[in-house]
């Protein structure tokens, strides 16, 4: 997944073949050692058929090249948000949001302890970065953003949703039917 500088995986190449006016996601990881975590944030939108690009760059090691990167996606007219992934002291969610003209979501890997990685929840006045805790929600998050623009990522989010209640309901009648114990 991470070959070369700029990696087009999953639905992007399917999608700009076909011609689809969707828009995409651009998933920027600070190193390679994000992978794994990156691979969960592609499945999550792979959920929703949402196209993405996958780069990496180190906000603490590749100043200039994160710098000239934000100013290539900004013209980007096709790009609808980016989802920084950062482990560590998180650089690149602050100043990806800060010069970023486009929305940003931190979603780092957890700390080596397990914990959540907050680190960009204290970026800088100026840095306005979402964040969310899991790799696998992102990708409801970002359908929800495309639902205005687009009847089947709606129809899908509807579908998914609409199956949830279902299981729980089923759920709930089958407690229900075990009676108090």
């Not at 969707?22 to 592609?42: C, N």
């Not at 760059?57 to 013209?75: E, F």
């Not at 709606?154 to 209640?165: A, I, P, Q, T």
């Not at 299981?167 to 709930?172: N, R």
């Amino acid at each position: 997944m991470f070959g070369g500088s700029c990696v087009e995986t999953g639905a992007l190449a399917s999608k700009k073949e076909s011609g689809s006016n969707i828009g995409y996601v651009l998933i920027m990881a600070g190193s390679g050692s994000d992978k794994e975590h990156v691979k969960k944030i592609t499945d999550s939108l792979d959920t929703y058929e949402i196209p993405y690009s996958v780069r990496i760059c180190s906000a603490h090691k590749q100043p200039a090249k994160l710098v000239g990167l934000i100013l290539q996606y900004n013209s980007d007219r096709n790009l609808v948000v980016a989802v920084a992934v950062a482990s560590g002291t998180d650089g690149l969610s602050g100043s990806l949001s800060y010069n970023a003209l486009f929305p940003v979501i931190s979603c780092p890997p957890d700390a080596i302890d397990g914990r959540h990685n907050e680190s960009c929840l204290n970026n800088p006045p100026g840095s306005s970065n979402a964040y969310i805790a899991r790799p696998e929600n992102v990708g409801k998050f970002i359908a929800q953003m495309y639902t205005r623009e687009n009847s089947g990522v709606r129809e899908m989010l509807d579908r998914r949703n609409s199956e949830k209640v279902r299981s729980l309901e089923k759920a709930d009648l089958e407690a229900m039917a075990g009676g108090v114990k």
